[in-house]
């Protein structure tokens, strides 16, 4: 029996998810959870073979919690159930350890598929964006990224400063890096040029 974990915010989708794969002979659910931080501590309790999570959720993010994971040493394995079909998000979720990285609209049969296939230590990832995340490198450093997301919230250099526990001039400095890289001429348009190729 392959033992998983369902983590998402959203009750209704969280409900879909647990009972598409309840259906399944081999697959049990053993816990579900509704944010980031709750999805690391059930995790840790329950042991599951496969972690099922969203992308964007309360506390900490799907990707932060596979990273999480990854830094602890857990040996579940995670996969990521998204509405974003970016290569960017999907670069970063392998690089923080994900083994699969699937579409909500993706048919129901995919998810149990999926389940099996990185239980059985392969990757379950649709071949279309596997391509295209290693020909879109995300030219962000973390620092960029961290300041941008701010940035997009409508704070100013100082409250971002006060934030990421820097200084104001160090903000703007990683502001102005992340705007040329990404052809901006405000922080804004920045951080929107980034959500929209999943580097934010």
């Known amino acids: 029996m392959i033992r998983v974990v369902v ?5 209704l989708v969280l409900g879909a998810l647990v009972a598409l794969l309840e259906i399944e002979s081999d697959i049990t659910v053993v816990a579900r959870a ?5 999805a690391v501590r059930v995790v840790l309790e329950h042991a599951p073979d496969v ?3 969203d ?16 830094r602890i040493g857990s040996k579940t394995r995670v996969i990521i159930v998204t509405t974003f079909a970016r290569a960017g998000y999907l670069r970063r979720a ?5 083994s699969g990285y699937l579409l909500k609209d993706s048919p129901p ?3 149990a598929d999926a389940v099996r296939r990185v239980h059985a230590g392969l990757r ?11 020909t879109a490198p995300d030219p962000l450093t ?7 997301r701010i940035a997009a919230e409508g704070k100013k250099s100082a409250e971002i400063a006060v934030a990421l526990g820097l200084s104001e001039g160090t903000v703007r400095n990683y502001l102005s890096e992340a705007m040329t890289k990404l052809g901006a001429s405000t922080r804004i348009e920045a951080a929107r040029i980034a959500r929209d190729k999943g580097w934010l």
């Open 109 to 111: 049969e995919v998810l």
């Open 55 to 70: 992308i964007e959720m309360p506390g900490i993010s799907g990707l932060e919690v596979a990273g999480e994971l990854q």
């Open 7 to 11: 983590a998402e915010d959203q009750a």
């Open 34 to 38: 509704g944010d980031g931080r709750e």
């Open 94 to 98: 392998l690089e923080a350890g994900a």
């Open 142 to 148: 973390d620092r960029e990224r961290q300041a941008l």
């Open 51 to 53: 972690l099922l999570t």
């Open 124 to 134: 379950a990832v649709d071949p279309a964006l596997a391509a295209d995340a290693w």
